[in-house]
């Protein structure tokens, strides 16, 4: 009877001393699951205020960059950003500050999307890779800028 108490008391005790890291163990990871799901909520909050303002933060569109999920965007979503990214850096002449955005396009210089929000770019270069460059600026330029 000694030897069936002290043999339960080793099971109980051996299963406490495994319990404890598995424990630990699976709060870690809940940890670091709450942080993954804040990361994508904050990735997802700029993505949302970018893609929508025509003239967004510069820091905001860096920043969106930076994430790992960025990267599982489609490719017309990068680009649109990362052309986006790159404007504001031109200082545009005065003949280019005098002609609109489709005009900007029709003469393929980038300073057309100054006035254009990531979400209609987007939308231009997902037309430009269906039909091509030529048919958006034949009929569908004029309609987006």
Same mark, same amino acid.
């Given at each position: 009877?000694?030897?069936?108490?002290?043999?339960?008391?080793?099971?109980?005790?051996?299963?406490?001393?495994?319990?404890?890291?598995?424990?630990?163990?699976?709060?870690?990871?809940?940890?670091?699951?709450?942080?993954?799901?804040?990361?994508?909520?904050?990735?997802?909050?700029?993505?949302?205020?970018?893609?929508?303002?025509?003239?967004?933060?510069?820091?905001?569109?860096?920043? $969106?960059? @930076?994430?790992?999920?960025?990267? =599982?965007? /489609?490719? !017309? *979503?990068?680009?649109?950003?990362?052309?986006?990214?790159?404007?504001?850096?031109?200082?545009?002449?005065?003949?280019?500050?005098?002609?609109?955005?489709?005009?900007?396009?029709?003469?393929?210089?980038?300073?057309?999307?100054?006035?254009?929000?990531?979400?209609?770019?987007?939308?231009?270069?997902?037309?430009?890779?269906? $039909?091509? @460059?030529?048919?958006?600026?034949? =009929?569908? /330029?004029? !309609? *987006?800028?």
């Amino acid at each position: 009877m000694n030897e069936a108490l002290l043999r339960l008391n080793y099971i109980a005790g051996t299963i406490a001393t495994l319990m404890i890291p598995l424990w630990f163990f699976c709060f870690i990871v809940w940890r670091i699951q709450l942080r993954i799901e804040k990361h994508e909520e904050f990735y997802d909050a700029i993505k949302e205020t970018v893609s929508t303002e025509n003239q967004p933060n510069q820091n905001k569109l860096r920043a $969106l960059t @930076k994430f790992r999920k960025f990267r =599982k965007e /489609i490719p !017309e *979503f990068q680009k649109a950003v990362r052309e986006k990214l790159k404007i504001y850096d031109l200082a545009p002449t005065t003949i280019e500050k005098t002609m609109s955005p489709a005009q900007l396009y029709k003469a393929n210089n980038p300073l057309w999307i100054r006035g254009c929000s990531i979400g209609t770019i987007k939308s231009i270069f997902i037309l430009e890779n269906k $039909l091509g @460059k030529d048919v958006v600026i034949a =009929k569908y /330029i004029d !309609e *987006f800028v």
